[in-house]
């Protein structure tokens, strides 16, 4: 658990709230008090809270009001009772009221530090549930970047070096978003009223390549009927994107170094030197520093090109993006298409994030155009409908039991595709999530709807999950 977190006592007696507030400030967290309950629905309104402690009789007033009134307030934050009652028929009732746990005055400081870790854990994973589960109501982030702090150092570099001329090698692997980030450079630069020319050179064989970036004259070879305006021509005063620079033969990347020492170049066939305003931005889907390595590329066309080297991470190692990635295609979708589907099921987005993409951005919205389709006439994409690559990934074992229905584990360590601050999800998220089941569960005596109040899910929710893992609850 890592700290400081913010956690609220609210004790009348002033003895028993200075122990508890020393107690935990002294390991390490930010103690917030209060004597009453007003003034602790004011620091339940006011304060960004992560856990409280709240005694069941205060004064005048009573514990439970401020319970209730935390549920409606900060419905994520659990709430430990403090009570001298240590009934079974009060522990019930508290939380049957919602309260995550209770401990009985006198409180040991081993018992309170224990019970303020779990609460935060407890804190942390529902934030981390919602903030996959539910991306309906956010604004999703620009899909090239997304939230991880690798893209966004990222977008910080397209940021500072949009406006300049300074040429941009982007690498990463197919699907990526390499054109979207020379895209985005592109709108950010002084050029962005200008043209934004791309070009794919595996796709064209050399001579081809040749035209195409230089242009060509009438009859500079058989079948050039026509002058033609070359892509260095058409992108003036705007941007030239290479992609897959490392597939240019070695004539070819001698022919683009001579054109970029000064912007001037002939048409093939010509003898008049033209000069072009023009950026050049490059992508690679193999690193260029390998193939100058192998021989395959020129150095010196490399410190041409390249002022700074973007290098895009795949899909697997971003996965936390990926709701935000599902619920921007699906808006798009349904403008597009004019489809009813808005959003993903829980079972559908655990299937999306534990799903290697070896296609990365470029396969998801394939999935997801294809989940659409299917689920026409429908408000979700639920498992069903989505590839038997991806649905078999959703069915594989939890924990160490084995894979199911013969299912293989999916290749490589599962990504930790939640922003937990702490949690750890090294086993997995399916992993993770049966142990959260199973913890409240076990807090609520097998009562499936108090454990659903516990982790922020309705009761159809909780029995899914309880169905879906095999997890054993009382008759």
Not at 72 to 97: C, G, K, M, Q
Not at 417 to 438: F, H, M, N, Q, T
Request: hydrophobic share 45%; glycine share 8%; charged share 25%.
């Amino acid at each position: 658990m890592t700290g400081p977190h913010t956690i609220l006592v609210v004790e009348d007696s002033d003895a028993t709230r200075v122990y508890m507030e020393r107690t935990l400030a002294a390991a390490g967290h930010d103690v917030i008090t209060a004597a009453n309950v007003p003034d602790g629905a004011r620091q339940i309104e006011s304060n960004a809270l992560d856990l409280a402690f709240i005694d069941l009789r205060l004064g005048a007033g009573d514990g439970r009001d401020l319970l209730a009134h935390a549920q409606n307030v900060a419905p994520d934050v659990p709430v430990i009772v403090v009570t001298a009652n240590d009934t079974a028929a009060s522990a019930i009732e508290l939380l049957r009221r919602g309260a995550y746990d209770y401990v009985v005055k006198p409180v040991e400081p081993e018992d309170l530090l224990r019970l303020a870790e779990r609460g935060i854990e407890l804190c942390t994973a529902r934030r981390a549930l919602v903030n996959l589960r539910d991306v309906r109501g956010r604004d999703a982030p620009n899909w090239d970047v997304g939230e991880t702090t690798r893209m966004k150092m990222i977008d910080t570099l397209v940021g500072k070096f949009a406006p300049t001329n300074a040429g941009v090698l982007i690498q990463g692997e197919s699907g990526t978003g390499k054109e979207v980030v020379a895209r985005s450079l592109h709108a950010r630069s002084k050029r962005a009223e200008g043209p934004f020319i791309a070009v794919n050179c595996a796709a064209l064989p050399e001579h081809l390549l040749e035209s195409e970036l230089f242009g060509h004259e009438k009859g500079a070879f058989t079948g050039a009927v026509a002058t033609r305006r070359g892509l260095l021509e058409l992108a003036h005063e705007g941007t030239l994107f290479l992609d897959e620079l490392t597939s240019m033969s070695p004539e070819m990347q001698a022919k683009l170094l001579r054109a970029l020492q000064e912007f001037r170049f002939r048409r093939v066939g010509g003898h008049k030197e033209l000069k072009v305003d023009v950026r050049v931005l490059s992508a690679s889907n193999r690193s260029v520093i390998e193939a100058i390595g192998a021989g395959d590329f020129r150095e010196d066309l490399f410190f041409r090109l390249c002022v700074v080297t973007l290098e895009l991470p795949p899909l697997r190692e971003r996965a936390v993006d990926l709701p935000f990635f599902v619920a921007q295609m699906l808006a798009e979708m349904r403008e597009e298409m004019g489809t009813t589907v808005a959003s993903a099921t829980d079972a559908a987005m655990w299937a999306l994030c534990r799903y290697r993409w070896p296609g990365n951005i470029r396969e998801l919205r394939n999935v997801i155009e294809r989940a659409v389709i299917l689920a026409t006439g429908e408000e979700h994409i639920d498992v069903v409908h989505l590839p038997e690559v991806v649905r078999a990934v959703e069915t594989q074992a939890v924990g160490a039991g084995g894979p199911p229905n013969g299912h293989a584990r999916a290749a490589g360590p599962l990504p930790s595709v939640l922003p937990a601050d702490g949690l750890d999800l090294k086993g997995g998220i399916a992993a993770w999530e049966r142990s959260l089941v199973v913890q409240a569960l076990d807090r609520t005596d097998g009562n499936q709807s108090g454990a659903a109040r516990l982790l922020g899910l309705t009761r159809d929710e909780i029995r899914y999950r309880v169905e879906k893992y095999g997890i054993p609850v009382p008759a």
